[in-house]
Every structure is written in C-alpha cells, then in structure tokens.
C-alpha cells in the first residue's frame, strides 16, 4: 500500500467517496464542477486502486494564546468494499507522520464518531451548544436601532477579518482565517452560498454574521458564521435576527457553552438547547510539542512523562522535562503516565489537570510534580465552532 496524493484527473472518485460516506441519500451522481477548495487531497492506494481518502489542511490556529501551525484532517473516507480491513487505521497513521515530517505538531479534526478517533488517539477539547427559538424570542435581547447592516460580498472579506479575530481571541482553538478561506468556507460553504452581514457604527465595523434560509415544513434561518466585538454588538446581531419574524419560523445558531443568551431574553423558556461534543486535537510530536511550552517556572528539576501512542511510535515512550528542554528516555519509569488523547487535552486546556486525572487515562505517581504540571498545563478556555 502507498500513501499519496491523489492527482487533479481522479478528483471525482475522491467526491464520489467522500458523497457515499457523508450524504449517500444524494445517490451516486455528484455536481459537474467542484468548488475550488482550499484542502490537500490524499489517499491510500494499493497499485492503482483508491483504498480511502482524506482531506489535509494547513490551519494558523490560536493555542495557548499563540498563534500555532495545526494540521486540519477531514473527509476521511472509505467505500464498503474496503471498508474493516485496517486501511482507515493506515491513513491516520501515514498522515501524522506526514505532518511530522513537515513540522506539525498538532491535528485537528471533525470526527463523525468521537469514539473511533479515540482510538487513534485524538482528544475532544471542546463542547458547543445549539440553540433554537422563534425569531421574536430574541427581540427582548435586542440592542437599539442604531448603526447600520449592509450586506457584504466576497471581495469585502478583509472587512470582517478584524471582528473574527477580535472574538476568536477570547478563546482557543479558533482558526486564523486567509482569504481562501474567507472565500471557501465562509462565503461558500459546500454547495450553499450564505447571506453575509456587517454591522458597522460610526464607520467602524463591530459584528457580522453568515445565514442561510433551509425550508422543510417550517422556514428556519440557520447562522453559519458569526462574530462581534463586544456584547453591544452581539446585541445588534440579535436585533437584525429577530427582525425575520414575518418571514421566518425559527433561529437557529451554534455558540459556546457559556453564551449568555438565556439570560438576554424574557422568555428562556421558549428557547431549545442542546449540548453537543466539538472537535478534537492530536499531538502529532509529543517532544516538539512540549517544547513550545514554558517551562522555566515549572521544572527546577527534571520531571519524566510516559506516553502511550500506538499509532505513533515517536510518541511511544518516556520524556523528560526540564529547564534545558524534553528529551525520550529509555526508562520505562515515570513521575507521570498518561495516554496521547488525555494528553492532548490537557495540552489544549481543555479540563484541569484534577478532571483529567478522575476521568481520564493521567496518573500522577509522584506528587512532588504536581505544581509544576499544574504550572505547566493550566486549563484554558477553547472553543472551536466553524467545521472543516
């Protein structure tokens, strides 16, 4: 088996997997012209047959506070005929040692299961709520008629650079976007192209959002995007939301955890919330990873970490820690042991180190270390909510 691109001239084989995967309801014919799209397309082949497939992107993502290069994976795929054969569990391990060998070192993914990317040691790191209501639920919420909309096309996208950078600083994991990006997932999503919206005040631009209109019985407005500057321009957002009553049975818009929407309207009540598991995040080089952290104030001393990662025998093993930088050790004896998913949570701050140690697979066998991996890993707040 050989893993590699798959050339331009195959490209509709590749939509044709990746259709019968994610949407077999479309049947077997797809779209005459692909939409250019911003991924790297690559698959497992033995000879000249297309085994599975995935998608690679090459993200700018917010970790820790910097600005990290993050290693998106997506359209994972593989048609029936191959499918329980391990080439799956192949694609997932060629491809981190591809992004080792280009210098990333962490992934990003999707997962349409969260249980089988466990098992490729890929680690949820953040949980997203989805919100519907009626449009007129929202009124109560609404800021004052002030300022002005105006609806925005792609050529425009710097515009809204600024706000979606501004927002995405109050959390981790949010991506950095470029314009392709702005074009392809923002401007363009699949086979839909979504309203766009800025609300300027006094010239300046505060928020924006993305919508499109889906009718099955009932007309919903559905948010793709959105983002603002402060909450008086969250405010805004929602007035221009709730102005759709006449035209419009239902809201709906996905938010962090902690939006504070139940407590902007009257009516909560009136207002369905479920609670979802978001993305997930990989150590894809657990050394070079660890050695983007700061680590003069935690490791007076060495401190050793044992890592299992089967589908990464890089990762595999013991390192230790300290203020000259992380080493592999051929110990098989250490202060901490924990699995590369649990890791990589903790890595993301995703949950406390306390959390991860009741319900994930960290043990601490020495407790002299605990302040400096409480130093080393504090938890952050991480919210990733546009797909890929």
């Not at 109050?170 to 839909?192: P, Y």
């Not at 959105?226 to 405010?235: F, N, W």
């Not at 080089?285 to 104030?297: F, G, K, P």
Request: hydrophobic content about 35%; charged content about 30%; glycine content about 6%.
């Amino acid at each position: 088996m050989e893993y590699r691109p798959i050339p331009a001239d195959r490209s509709d084989e590749f939509r044709r997997l990746v259709s019968y995967a994610f949407s077999p309801e479309s049947g077997p014919e797809i779209d005459d012209e692909e939409r250019p799209h911003p991924g790297e397309r690559y698959g497992l082949f033995e000879g000249e047959t297309l085994l599975c497939v995935c998608r690679h992107y090459d993200l700018t993502v917010r970790v820790r506070g910097e600005d990290r290069r993050v290693a998106g994976l997506s359209a994972v795929a593989s048609p029936p005929e191959h499918r329980q054969r391990g080439y799956v569990a192949e694609l997932l391990k060629e491809s981190l040692a591809d992004y080792r060998e280009r210098g990333i070192d962490l992934s990003l993914l999707w997962p349409f299961e969260h249980a089988f990317y466990r098992r490729y040691g890929w680690g949820t790191v953040n949980e997203y709520a989805r919100y519907a209501t009626a449009p007129e639920t929202l009124a109560s919420a609404a800021g004052p008629d002030r300022g002005r909309f105006q609806r925005i096309e792609a050529d425009e996208w710097a515009s809204l650079d600024a706000i979606h950078r501004a927002h995405g600083d109050r959390a981790d994991l949010s991506i950095r976007r470029t314009e392709e990006w702005w074009r392809r997932r923002v401007f363009e999503r699949w086979s839909e192209t979504p309203y766009v919206h800025r609300w300027d005040e006094e010239g300046e631009p505060r928020a924006y959002l993305a919508y499109a209109v889906d009718d099955d019985g009932e007309r919903t407005l559905r948010v793709t995007d959105m983002a603002y500057t402060d909450h008086a321009a969250l405010r805004q957002l929602l007035r221009f939301l709730s102005v759709h009553r006449s035209q419009i049975d239902r809201i709906s818009l996905r938010a962090p955890p902690d939006f504070p929407l139940f407590e902007m309207v009257d009516a909560p009540g009136e207002i369905e919330c479920t609670l979802h598991a978001g993305p997930m995040l990989r150590l894809v080089d657990v050394a070079r990873a660890l050695e983007r952290l700061e680590t003069s104030d935690g490791f007076e001393r060495r401190m050793t970490i044992s890592v299992s990662d089967p589908s990464a025998p890089w990762n595999d093993g013991t390192f230790s820690l300290s203020g000259e930088g992380v080493a592999r050790e051929p110990t098989e004896t250490a202060a901490v042991e924990t699995t590369v998913e649990t890791l990589s949570q903790l890595y993301a701050g995703y949950r406390p180190l306390e959390t991860l140690e009741r319900v994930g697979d960290l043990r601490i066998h020495d407790e002299s270390v605990r302040p400096a991996m409480e130093a080393l890993f504090p938890a952050r707040r991480t919210y990733l909510g546009e797909h890929f």
